[in-house]
């Protein structure tokens, strides 16, 4: 078995499914353990609320195998969010891979809107998720909570604040943004993915 996109509650599933199978690549969604363990690459998908969407985790133990998982995972949106140590929405413990917590937006500025929703650029790129994209590049946001930069960051933005836009640990990506919503890129930083 070659893809799996975890089955959970979240939103995006469907989306991310048409968009690989744009690239050509098939993939099944599963909660199936011995599925996700027999699958050579592992996407975590999301769009939720993290105190919910890890309860369904914790309760089908799949915190514990994604945290002891040595092949790629690439993390989406709330999916990336619940790959770092906590969230503070509904002040959630999450999966822990990444040793960061995920921070609310906050503004007194008006001119930001709460969550950001909409395009917006990725900078200082890094690594082979980022093969053969611009710096610069526009991808889809919807998020009202963010990760601060670190040690881990592999893509920068800058809403509010400057911001990770993507994470990577060992065998462990996470994108902020929806690549499958994003067009060429979004689609050749997923294929980027499939390749490593």
């Not at 990444?98 to 969550?115: A, L, R």
């Not at 670190?150 to 920068?156: A, L, N, R």
């Amino acid at each position: 078995m070659e893809t799996v996109i975890i089955k959970y509650p979240a939103g995006n599933v469907q989306s991310i499914l048409f968009s690989l199978e744009r690239i050509g690549i098939k993939a099944i969604v599963t909660d199936s353990e011995k599925s996700i363990e027999n699958a050579k690459r592992i996407i975590l998908p999301g769009v939720g609320e993290a105190n919910f969407a890890m309860n369904h985790l914790k309760k089908k133990k799949l915190d514990i195998l994604l945290y002891n998982l040595k092949k790629p995972v690439l993390g989406i949106c709330l999916g990336m969010q619940l790959l770092c140590n906590y969230s503070e929405e509904s002040n959630t413990k999450c999966i822990g891979i990444f040793d960061t917590s995920v921070k609310k937006f906050k503004s007194n500025n008006k001119e930001y809107k709460i969550p950001q929703i909409g395009w917006n650029t990725i900078h200082s790129l890094k690594g082979p998720l980022f093969d053969n994209i611009q710096d610069g590049s526009y991808q889809y946001f919807v998020h009202g909570y963010y990760v601060p930069l670190g040690k881990y960051t592999i893509s920068e933005t800058e809403y509010i604040v400057t911001y990770s836009s993507a994470l990577q640990k060992k065998n462990f990506y996470a994108v902020q943004f929806h690549p499958e919503k994003s067009s060429y890129v979004g689609h050749k930083i997923l294929e980027n993915f499939i390749k490593l």
